[in-house]
Every structure is written in C-alpha cells, then in structure tokens.
C-alpha cells in the first residue's frame, strides 16, 4: 500500500514524504471507523486521487464563479458482493435514475423499501435542481450552497444530512498536490 502511494505520489510530481502524509490523514480522520487496514487506506486514497478531490476541487472553482454550487457525497453501500466495494463510483446513478430493480443492475444495488425511500428523494433533488437552480426540496433537510468557508455537503446515504467539510483533513493533505 505504501508503495504504491507513493509511486503515485512520484507520478504526481511529487516528493514521496506526501506519501505519509496522506496515510496519516487518512488514519486520523477514519479512527472511529476503527483499525484501518492498509487495503482499506489504499482504497480510499485511490478513490480521492480518482474522484474525490477532483469533485472538490472542481466545486471550489464553480463556486467562486457561481454561488448556485452545490455538493453532495453519495455513501449507500453496494450489495454487491455483500458489500465489500462499500459505496462506489456510479452507484448513485441507479438512484437518480430509479433503476434499483432495473433487472441488470439490482446486483449492484439495493431494492430495500429505505433504499427506494432514497432513490425518490435523490430524483426529486434532482429535479427541483432542474427546475429552479436549487436541488432543496421538503423531503430532505435544507441543502445550503458549497462555498469554501463552510464546504457544506449533502451526505446521501443511510442518513440524509448537511456536514460541513466531511473528511476536512484528508481534502487538506492533499493540497499542493492535486
């Protein structure tokens, strides 16, 4: 895991020290998800050099441009194999789209009563975004715009809540990096 962090970090252009850095962060700001293995580190560096980060920093831009910026991060877990790819990269378009029992891709998701009550309410965020600029609806608590003080998210899961700046430690380990 080390290693390939820090082969990245070479391909970055970047010295391997961030490496460490960023596992730190990692373990820091996760220790209440208890003992991290270094399987789940790596995953989940691989998944803010891929993703994360670049959504991030794709909203701060916007948002200095256009207040009508908004965040969210999708954590339902796939069933997928019971579960081990967690919540990953296009599992949310299922829910947007209303395809949970679509029958080639219900092994992915979820057909759950909550997780059909989380489809309808993601549909209908993103038709009010739509509609009026604004993806807030009565369904869902309040979805304040990202900006860079606060870093408001709407977190899209189990639980549907505004956190401000989720994973703050790890966004700031990677500044300078990417």
């Known amino acids: 895991m080390r ?3 820090k082969f990245v970090m070479r391909t970055l252009g ?3 020290d961030n490496a460490e850095s960023l596992i730190n962060a990692y373990r820091e700001t996760r220790k209440d998800e208890g003992s991290l293995s270094a399987q789940k580190v790596l995953d989940t560096f691989l998944t803010d050099f891929e993703f994360h980060i670049s959504a991030i920093r794709t909203a701060e831009a916007q948002s200095m ?3 009508n ?3 969210y991060l999708f954590t339902w877990p796939s069933s997928f194999m019971d579960g081990i790819f967690g919540s990953f990269h296009t599992l949310e378009i299922f829910f947007v789209f209303g ?3 679509d029958p080639n891709w219900s092994k992915f998701s979820d057909t759950s009563e909550e997780a059909k009550k989380l489809s ?3 549909m209908d965020s993103w038709i009010a975004f739509a509609r009026t600029g604004n993806p807030s609806h009565s369904g869902i608590p309040e979805w304040p715009q990202y900006d860079t003080e606060k870093r408001s998210t709407m977190i ?4 549907i809540k505004v ?3 989720p994973y703050g430690k790890e966004r700031v380990a990677w500044d300078g990096i990417m």
Do not use: A, F
């Not at 899209?156 to 639980?159: A, F, M, N, Q, S």
């Open 3 to 5: 290693n390939w962090i």
């Open 69 to 71: 910026t908004y965040m």
């Open 99 to 101: 395809m949970l029992d």
């Open 65 to 67: 441009q256009n207040p």
């Open 14 to 16: 970047q010295n391997e």
């Open 156 to 159: 899209l899961g189990k639980e």
């Open 120 to 122: 309808e309410k993601i």
């Open 163 to 165: 956190v401000e700046d």
